[in-house]
């Protein structure tokens, strides 16, 4: 198993452009979400989703939107990019909504905003 | 949501064993404790959890105290592929499964 991939590993972005940060993860868990690391602030929960076809709101959701058309992709997309979304962006993964169910973790998306 | 205390930063010598403590007075009876560490900004990485018993797996061993205050996390014999921030986390049923990082415990194996 690849376990949770992201794509990119790293963007720059200018003020208003969109893009989309993709998730994948090949071990058939039920829950995904996304969390951003920024120095200082920790990890912080944006959007999550626990099946295909239902999603909802983290911490932190502003500026950013998500869809689960299948159980295997969880995009993240930011619609108009602000230099305030500079960070590290970390999508997780686990099998249930159980909190016995541990959290699997990509490599992150790290992406700047100018 | 219970808070846990661990202290900032901890050396370890190559070969040893790591005792990372933290401290979690204020679980409740249905509250897990995990482990994550982070190595140089790659994405968390989950070590071990439990709930009242003590736990091992191929990476360490969790050992909790009888009254779940506290928790110990042993690397059994630490190599330099170690050194990173061990986060405890006191994991309760919120909205979204969030889960909350503390400011962890900077573990550095020397050789």
């Known amino acids: 198993n690849a376990g949770v991939t992201q794509t990119p590993k790293f963007q720059v972005l200018k003020t208003g452009q969109s893009m989309t940060l993709q998730c994948a993860q090949d071990?058939?868990?039920?829950?995904m979400s996304w969390y951003r690391q920024d120095p200082g602030m920790g990890l912080r929960l944006i959007h999550y989703s626990v099946g295909a076809g239902i999603t909802d709101q983290g911490e932190v959701p502003n500026g950013y939107n998500v869809s689960r058309s299948t159980t295997e992709d969880f995009p993240l997309r930011l619609l108009s990019a602000a230099p305030s979304q500079t960070s590290v962006y970390f999508c997780?993964?686990?099998?249930?909504?159980?909190?016995?169910?541990?959290?699997?973790f990509g490599n992150g998306t790290r992406l700047t905003v100018t | 949501d219970a808070k846990t205390t661990q202290p900032p930063s901890m050396d370890c010598a190559e070969g040893r064993a790591a005792n990372l403590p933290c401290n979690h007075s204020?679980?409740?009876?249905?509250?897990?404790v995990y482990w994550y560490r982070q190595i140089h900004s790659q994405g968390p990485q989950y070590i071990i959890h439990g709930l009242k018993n003590n736990e091992t797996n191929e990476m360490a061993s969790l050992i909790i105290t009888e009254d779940r205050k506290s928790s110990t996390l042993i690397l059994p014999h630490a190599t330099l592929r170690d050194t990173a921030v061990y986060y405890c986390?006191?994991?309760?049923?919120?909205?979204?499964?969030?889960?909350?990082f503390g400011g962890g415990t900077r573990l550095m194996v020397k050789p």
């Open positions: 997780a993964s686990s099998p249930d909504w159980g909190i016995d169910s541990p959290l699997h």
């Open positions: 071990m058939n868990h039920e829950y």
């Open positions: 986390i006191v994991r309760v049923k919120n909205a979204g499964n969030m889960l909350t």
């Open positions: 204020t679980i409740s009876g249905n509250e897990y």
